[in-house]
């Protein structure tokens, strides 16, 4: 399995999203320039990563002009041919822009950005510590969507508190249901608002990023790296 | 337009100065070259009020590359092929007009600064001044700036990683935004901001040129009152996404090897960076100022001269590799267009369509060259009778001290900025290591050297107010104690010095001692001065600001592994006071803002005794005996030993040794040169050995939670937790629900 990250022009995750995953889970991963228009060399057991940043300075909507770049006409391709796709925060809004994914973000509920530390729980069942940074991350769909993602179990991870209760105090953007990321209905394209990428080194003091890999993309990954560079 | 003395006038020169741009000349300018002349000699670009006072500072160090003020920032060796490029800058007059462009702007300038030298910024922290939090206005310019700051640094995308704030009656009008970023860069790598090589072209990189921030540098450099608002044309809109393209341009054209030069526009935009350039190189320029992009029709050749649009670069190419250079502009979706070339003959000649608009020497414009430069003259201040007279037993020692604590605690000045911080992104770059894991500076990561950076930013500016020699060292040693209890070695220092009118002679008595004290200070701790940025007219019609020279410091680890953190890890293990306690409330937070004192001096220091205690705990992190380190600073010895409870939940158990001591003194009072550790059990002979003959007390264990304090109990932490956490939010979410 081989990684993909877009670059697109106001990207800042990349580099953090390709250091995790060199470094960090030692996959083989490359940087895609948004201008182009294909993914050479990628077949549907890789995945193609778009990052967190604000793409074209977000000016308008979070991820509205992304949408249109070159290289996503070939990724919402690949996604449709059953490659796998991750979408990390602004990645995340871009899948929503996009159609791959349902629903949309919208600006937090205090009308702040909001970066800090919070806790998500998902098929791992413990509560993992994921950090948030976005100023439009309050995930929103109409009833019916809602439904059907519940249904189909397309919410892939929750705002919890440490203890892995859902509860309101505990969600940091005022998201529906405490919705933290979802997936399609194929489950191989996913969104997510918390950034895992930044929780994967111990220099860093949080390792539990490791765990969102695992579960979304890479199952045999072990969990205790080595530390890298150190 | 005839040209007078009063022409001059207005644009902020003084009649002398006047007549010496004639001498010059060797004629009266035209009205475009008395502009260059008004904002190239503004205190902002020139530093002629400053630079006296500047040169003696400590300059040269063994890991210093550049000298003060010879490039666009500090650059500092770290070893293995990598050096460390950082700076501080002001951005407060055009804060207290438009408070979120003012600040975002200001951050974007100042990443500017470190990328025009070939380093990727990997780093930035702030400092802030505001008037008192209750006020509307200080909520409005409080909401603005964070807002500022956040908008253009979450974007460009690099991580908010450390700062300070004070909330003090004396900023009320005149806000302080100082922004720092710090930048990493491998030696051999980097530009220098200088132009070579006649006719080579000349080109204007980024963002086009509008009216925008027409004459900040000279607005900067001038009171601020009730009028400034109509300054307004005066402060730059920032565009960070612009900003993002322009620095990853910048870095990738670098390595090419296709650029002579490069220097960024900030004040006083093409005027400052084609004249800088050329008098460092000893050359001339011709420019066509038709061909530089702009936003709007029909700008003047003046106008086009300085305007302060942002996110733009003058870039001195070598002649034939044009095409490269543009290829990369072109990837980025940036324009990038030729102005001119280098001319041997050292002068600048500006052109519109052909026609000759200006033509001055650029050495007669620039810092070092024919700018001038003033000696001021200084008093003693009259209010420091009032602080001599301040006699501290007339303060009666509170019965409830746990009341007294609470109130502390809930201090704007001392309670959790986390309203403010969680507004900015910490943790892009993955580089931060403090979030997790919190020191007294901020640790960060610098990937590909593999090395870690200590970075901070202190000034108690009431300490300075009380006493500008001393508070000037005191800023020092703070930064440097936070760098060391957080197991780095000081580096070196930027300084953002903000102060009054310069001309008034008390103002300027403040800013000559606070220079000496800093002075004495950065060559104890070996840590010279690579550069920074004067603001000086940080006052209203109330009156000057605290003087407020703001240390920005980097120290380094050799190895991230090594880093100290603050925060108490295990119930049971010892806490220790290393240093002195000391019968001494003076200029705490306690006095000032509890009892209500102005006037009192600084708190007891010695700097030999500063250095000897730091040495002490770098030598008790290296032996790995401590588990953690947290310096006594704003609201005491109290509020250290809770700091250091929260992260884990812990609490203590702790009593005063010395009964002699005012209570108030022993838990409250800021005499420096004190730091809390904490350290298991098993460490304890070691930790006794190394300590020696240093002064230290032993003040009682970690418990699981409880708050003891001389026998009596406090509570739980998470009861001061909640009140420490929430103190600021109450007002900001009260503001901003109105």
């Known amino acids: 399995m081989k990684f993909g990250v877009v670059v697109f022009p106001g990207s800042n ?45 977000d000016y308008l909507r979070c991820g509205a002009i992304a949408r249109f770049s070159p290289l996503m006409q070939a990724v919402i391709d690949f996604a449709n041919k059953g490659g796998k796709v991750l979408g990390v925060c602004n990645g995340f809004q871009i899948l929503c822009e996009s159609g791959l994914l349902p629903g949309a973000l919208l600006r937090n509920a205090n009308q702040q950005f909001v970066c800090k530390n919070v806790f998500i729980k998902g098929e791992e069942g413990k509560a993992l510590k994921i950090p948030v940074a976005h100023g439009e991350g309050r995930y929103y769909a109409d009833k019916a969507t809602l439904r059907q993602l519940e249904s189909d179990n397309q919410i892939i991870y929750r705002y919890c508190d440490a203890d892995g209760n859902i509860t309101d105090a505990a969600n940091p953007n005022g998201a529906t249901d405490n919705i933290a990321g979802i997936c399609n209905a194929n489950r191989n394209v996913f969104g997510m608002m918390p950034h895992p990428e930044r929780a994967c080194s111990e220099v860093l003091g949080n390792t539990d990023g490791r765990r969102v890999f695992k579960t979304l993309l890479i199952k045999n990954l072990q969990l205790t790296a080595e530390p890298v560079l150190a | 337009m005839e040209i007078t003395v009063s022409t001059a006038e207005k644009l902020g020169l003084r009649p002398e100065e006047f007549e010496l741009i004639k001498r010059i000349l060797g004629r009266t300018p035209n009205f475009t070259e008395l502009s260059a002349y008004s904002v190239m000699w503004s205190e902002h670009c020139s530093y002629k009020n400053s630079i006296k006072w500047l040169k003696t500072l400590p300059r040269d160090g063994s890991r210093l590359l550049v000298k003060a003020g010879e490039e666009n920032a500090g650059l500092v060796d770290i070893g293995d092929g990598y050096a460390v490029v950082f700076k501080i800058e002001s951005h407060n007059h055009p804060s207290a007009i438009e408070p979120f462009q003012g600040a975002a702007t200001g951050v974007g300038g100042i990443h500017r600064d470190i990328f025009t030298m070939g380093a990727r910024p990997i780093a930035s922290l702030n400092s802030l001044r505001f008037g008192n939090l209750k006020e509307d206005k200080t909520q409005h310019l409080l909401s603005g700036v964070v807002h500022g700051i956040g908008h253009y640094g979450n974007c460009f995308g690099v991580p908010t990683v450390g700062g300070e704030i004070y909330f003090e009656d004396c900023y009320h009008t005149n806000p302080l935004v100082n922004a720092m970023s710090v930048g990493i860069v491998k030696i051999g790598q980097t530009v220098s901001a200088t132009a070579a090589g006649v006719g080579n072209p000349v080109f204007i990189v980024g963002s086009a040129t509008g009216k925008d921030g027409m004459g900040g540098a000279a607005f900067a450099s001038a009171d601020i009152t009730e009028n400034s608002i109509e300054d307004l044309p005066a402060v730059q809109v920032g565009d960070p996404f612009q900003e993002k393209k322009l620095l990853e341009a910048c870095l990738e054209v670098i390595p090419t090897g296709a650029l002579v030069g490069m220097q960024d526009m900030g004040a006083a935009g093409i005027i400052c960076s084609t004249s800088e350039t050329s008098a460092k190189g000893g050359v001339g320029m011709k420019i066509d100022l038709e061909k530089v992009p702009t936003r709007q029709k029909n700008m003047k050749a003046w106008e086009l001269l300085l305007s302060e649009s942002q996110e733009r670069m003058l870039m001195i190419v ?61 008093t003693e201040p009259k209010y420091f009778s009032k602080i001599k007279s301040f006699n501290p037993n007339k303060i009666p020692v509170p019965d409830d001290l746990k009341d ?15 309203w403010i911080y969680n507004q900015y ?8 290591t403090s979030i997790n894991q919190p020191s007294d500076a901020a640790i960060v990561w610098a990937k590909e050297a593999n090395k870690g950076l200590a970075v901070t930013t202190d000034c108690n500016s009431r300490y300075v107010f009380a006493n500008p020699l001393q508070g000037g060292m005191m800023a020092v040693a703070e930064a440097a104690r936070n760098i060391v209890c957080s197991g780095g070695t000081p580096l070196g220092v930027t300084n953002c010095l903000n102060f009054g009118n310069p001309y008034d002679p008390e103002v300027y008595y403040q800013f000559v001692y606070a220079l000496k004290g800093m002075g004495e200070a950065c060559k104890k701790f070996d840590t010279p001065v690579t550069g920074g940025n004067v603001s000086f007219y940080n006052q209203s019609p109330d009156g000057p600001v605290y003087p407020t020279p703001t240390i920005g410091m980097v120290g380094l680890l050799e190895n991230i592994n090594d880093k100290m953190t603050l925060d108490f890890k295990e119930e049971g293990d010892i806490i220790f006071l290393v240093g002195k306690s000391s019968n001494d409330i003076n200029s705490s937070e306690y ?43 704003e609201g005491g010895l109290f509020v250290t030993l809770i700091e250091s409870s929260f992260n884990n939940k812990l609490g203590f158990d702790v009593v005063a040794n010395d009964y002699k001591l005012r209570k108030d003194a022993m838990w409250f009072g800021e005499a420096q040169s004190r730091v809390v550790v904490s350290v298991n059990p098993l460490n304890l002979e070691v930790f006794k050995k190394v300590m020696g003959t240093h002064p230290y007390e032993e003040l009682g264990v970690v418990t699981n939670g409880t708050v003891e304090v001389d026998g009596m109990y406090w509570g739980t932490i998470l009861e001061w937790k909640e009140k420490y956490d929430t103190a600021i939010e109450t007002y900001m979410n009260h503001y901003l629900a109105e």
């Open chain 1, 13 to 57: 995750c990349d580099r953090d999203m390709y250091d995790a995953l060199k470094y960090d889970l030692k996959q083989e991963v490359v940087m895609l320039w948004h201008k182009d228009k294909e993914l050479p060399g990628f077949t549907t057991d890789d995945c193609i990563v778009l990052p967190g940043g604000f793409s074209y300075g």
């Open chain 2, 318 to 378: 070598h002649k034939g590799r044009e095409a490269e250079v543009q290829g990369i502009f072109e990837k980025w979706d940036l324009p990038c267009s030729q102005i001119g070339e280098v001319t041997d003959d050292g002068m600048l000649r500006f052109y519109m369509n052909g026609e000759l608009e200006a033509e001055v020497p650029a050495e007669s414009l620039v810092l070092g060259g024919g700018a001038p430069v003033y000696h001021r003259d200084y």
């Open chain 2, 404 to 418: 007294v604590a609470e109130k502390i605690i809930s201090i704007p000045n001392i309670a959790n900025k986390r």
């Open chain 2, 425 to 432: 992104d910490s943790m892009v770059g993955t580089g931060n």
């Open chain 2, 591 to 633: 006095l000032h803002k509890i009892c209500g004192v102005e006037y009192s001096p600084a708190p007891k220091f010695d700097l030999d005794e500063e250095y000897a205690m730091q040495q002490k705990i770098a030598g008790l992190i290296k032996r790995k005996v401590i588990a953690s380190a947290h310096d006594v600073s």
